[in-house]
């Protein structure tokens, strides 16, 4: 087809069209004209009805405006004034958590009116005709619709002040958009009749939405530049303006990137109105960035100091974030109406705040720095390892063995998103690797599968197509319980279970964990399970061990001691959450602790912790035993990390068990494994936070294996620690441990300091 053709065929068709509508011209606007005097008659019928309904209600109205009217000539508030107070309790009577419901910081007249820095920020973007309309703008709502034709979407609403704040005062968001808007037209037209246009302001000022809970502009000042909004900069109030169409969207927290947009379009609007020079904007958009430390493409960071040194009307105490989220969770179930009473709670919980603020200041640090030492593999670039870093995070949970008391959890670095950090704190479940090993040879001796002195085979196994292979590569032929745990042997582990049975091995777990029969499913009814494949959350890790140093008693996790409504206590623990339902024979369980001590002995994965011990007699001056996890990454996208998915590391006391836990949120492998950094955490934070009594300084073992009853494999490749001393095991008879102390320095283009630059 050629195109005098195509010219041809569009001029028939065209002409046919034209000929249509000049036939069809009276009928279509006979059409267009009923369709216009019908839309005009069904405004007018829903204007009618929206008028008597606010003539309904146009008493309360009246009444609500004369009582916000009185309080503007106040003083404003410039303290919390608690509708409802909790108080949150560590162990030692220590108030670790301050929690007003519903108190606001409101403002007075007279500080309204010296905000103006905010008031010319909001007119401009909001409502350019405020001061000479009389609640509602023509000219605000063709602007708005012309703006929304150009870009093909909504982004200017169209409603005045007044209308918003009728719509935040007296209007149901939920009710038919239609009908909403022609009743809070009607109720900003009676709003502009009884207050002036300071008061007004002033209430919407008071009353607006900013994200975050915070309502009103001054809590939003507060919250996240820790100022008051009288000393608020244009490019400040410009990003609170910003948030109010959408304050989920243009949250800078959440969504810095799409706030930061909306903070210069608001900008934008006060050069319009010829308030600030488009260069005197953009000098003080860059002053505010370098001030709140906001860099271009910083994934680690993206939001800067913006709200990290802010107040939070909800919390004038948060020492114990995760601990104080997991107890507003808990009222929030078992309180009926609890966010509507006004009853003052006194919450004492199982926390010691010296551990916990030990255990947040330690895995923060460490955060960073595996954060930085992930950067530093060159295979992504810049921008990529950046984002991928900055979902790295990690846990720390440490829980008393015997009473089952819950001392410090820490869940991450501070974001203000505390609520997710203690979600996974408390509820995530991830891969443990061999960090359950130890419950595993435990559950072994109870059911006779193994004794003490049992001789195992570490060599290449098939049990229907299955292979497991040790993660050094190599076969340790004939080898004891205590090296199989001492060197997390996989062959053996599985041949173990393969004895045990596996329903039997989850019949240990459910019973240890008080889980019913259905909540058995969750667990995998295959010989994987001894290599971890199963998953756990940092609280039932620590909870399975606990079961080991106690005796082998079942217990329950204690977090909430005692809960006061008023005077009235309506909850109260009991004093140890033993059920003294025995899972182990006590036996059993100094014989696995005595091996999990072997972990820091020379060959064990953490024999850099034991040397370290024995070098200087202040470091962890009490027994510890412990167990390394470390799953492999199984993502075909990573293949080229270097690292682990997920890292564990349980470090186990006479009176405390602490588990740690290193991964990312969408499971790239990162640097280290279990027995480094995982158990370098734990280390620093037993020094600094696990300072026993000279009588709890010693496991209490009902029986500990000796060398001399123990038969000494005569065809291994490991030599045993003589009874004289430990002796290094030689080199060339021992696989090589990445784990082990004297191979660190291999590693360590995995570990700098978070004050080291990454190279990509």
């Not at 919390?80 to 958590?97: A, S, Y």
């Not at 509602?136 to 200017?156: D, E, M, P, T």
């Not at 009884?194 to 000042?221: D, H, P, R, T, W």
């Not at 130890?438 to 197509?465: H, Q, R, V």
Request: glycine residues 6%.
């Amino acid at each position: 087809m050629n195109w005098n053709t195509l010219v041809q065929i569009v001029r028939r068709y065209s002409n046919v069209f034209l000929t249509f509508l000049k036939d069809k011209k009276n009928q279509i606007r006979r059409y267009l004209i009923r369709g216009f005097i019908f839309s005009v008659f069904f405004l007018f019928l829903l204007t009618c009805y929206q008028t008597a309904v606010f003539f309904y209600h146009k008493k309360s109205i009246t009444h609500d405006l004369e009582q916000l009217q009185t309080a503007l000539t106040k003083n404003g508030s410039t303290a919390m004034v608690p509708k409802q107070l909790v108080l949150i309790f560590d162990r030692n009577q220590n108030v670790i958590g301050k929690y007003n419901s519903g108190v606001s910081l409101t403002l007075s007249a007279k500080q309204c009116n010296e905000a103006k820095v905010f008031q010319q920020t909001l007119i401009a973007s909001e409502d350019r005709e405020f001061l000479t309309h009389s609640g509602f703008s023509i000219k605000g709502v063709l602007r708005a619709f012309i703006q929304n034709l150009l870009s093909f979407r909504i982004r200017q609403g169209g409603g005045t002040i007044s209308q918003q704040l009728a719509r935040n005062l007296f209007t149901d968001k939920t009710r038919n958009s239609i009908n909403r808007k022609i009743y809070e037209t009607i109720v900003a037209l009676y709003l502009e009749s009884i207050l002036g246009k300071s008061e007004i302001i002033c209430l919407y000022m008071n009353k607006a939405y900013f994200g975050q809970n915070s309502y009103g502009v001054e809590e939003a000042a507060r919250y996240y530049f820790n100022k008051s909004v009288t000393k608020l900069t244009y490019a400040e109030a410009s990003l609170l303006v910003g948030l109010l169409p959408a304050p989920s969207l243009y949250n800078p927290i959440r969504n810095p990137e799409v706030a930061f947009k909306k903070q210069k379009a608001v900008m934008m609007a006060l050069v319009d109105i010829e308030v600030l020079t488009e260069k005197k904007a953009q000098k003080n958009l860059n002053e505010f960035r370098v001030f709140y430390q906001i860099k271009e493409n910083d994934e680690d960071n993206p939001h800067g100091t913006i709200a990290k040194n802010g107040t939070n009307r909800l919390f004038q105490v948060n020492d114990a974030p995760e601990i104080n989220e997991y107890v507003l969770k808990h009222l929030n179930e078992t309180i009926e109406g609890f966010h509507e009473s006004e009853a003052n709670i006194k919450v004492y919980t199982t926390i010691d705040i010296l551990k916990q603020k030990t255990s947040t200041n330690v895995l923060n640090a460490d955060i960073e720095s595996l954060r930085w030492n992930f950067r530093n593999q060159a295979t992504f670039s810049y921008n990529e390892s950046k984002n991928y870093a900055s979902g790295i995070n990690g846990v720390i949970f440490s829980i008393h063995p015997f009473t089952g008391d819950v001392l410090a959890v820490s869940g991450g670095i501070k974001n203000g998103d505390y609520y997710r950090n203690m979600i996974r704190t408390f509820y995530m479940r991830r891969q443990v690797g061999s960090a359950l090993k130890g419950f595993l040879y435990c559950a072994a001796l109870e059911e006779g599968t193994i004794e003490p002195n049992t001789i195992l085979k570490d060599e290449p196994i098939n049990i229907s197509g299955y292979k497991p292979k040790n993660w050094y590569g190599k076969y340790l032929g004939d080898i004891t319980i205590e090296q199989a745990l001492q060197q997390s042997v996989n062959t053996v582990a599985v041949t173990v279970l393969k004895d045990l049975g596996i329903s039997n091995y989850v019949d240990y777990l459910a019973n240890g964990l008080n889980l019913s029969y259905s909540e058995k499913d969750r667990f995998p009814k295959d010989l994987t399970l001894a290599l971890g494949s199963a998953d756990f959350s940092p609280l039932e890790v620590a909870i399975l061990y606990s079961e080991i140093v106690n005796g082998g008693e079942i217990i329950e996790e204690t977090i909430i001691r005692k809960i006061v409504l008023n005077e009235d206590v309506i909850f109260e623990s009991n004093s140890s959450s033993s059920s003294h339902k025995k899972l182990f024979n006590s036996k059993n369980t100094s014989t696995i602790i005595h091996f999990l001590k072997s972990v820091f002995a020379s060959g064990g994965t953490a024999s850099w912790i034991g040397k370290k011990q024995k070098q200087n007699s202040k470091f962890l001056n009490f027994d510890i035993a412990g167990k390394s996890g470390t799953v492999e990454n199984d993502n075909a996208n990573f293949k080229k990390l270097k690292g682990a998915r997920d890292i564990w590391f349980v470090g186990i006391t006479p009176e405390e068990i602490t588990v740690v836990w290193f991964g990312h949120e969408k499971g790239v492998p990162i640097p280290g494994s279990g027995s480094s950094m995982a158990a370098s955490t734990w280390a620093q934070y037993a020094q600094n936070a696990i300072h026993p009594n000279d009588k709890n300084r010693k496991f209490n073992l009902d029986f500990v294996p000796q060398p001399e009853d123990m038969e000494v494999p005569t065809n291994s490749s490991w030599d045993l620690p003589s009874a004289e001393g430990e002796k290094e095991p030689a080199d060339e008879t021992v696989p090589y441990d990445k784990d082990r102390e004297d191979s660190i320095p291999n590693e360590e283009k995995f570990y700098t300091t978070p004050t080291e630059k990454p190279k990509g």
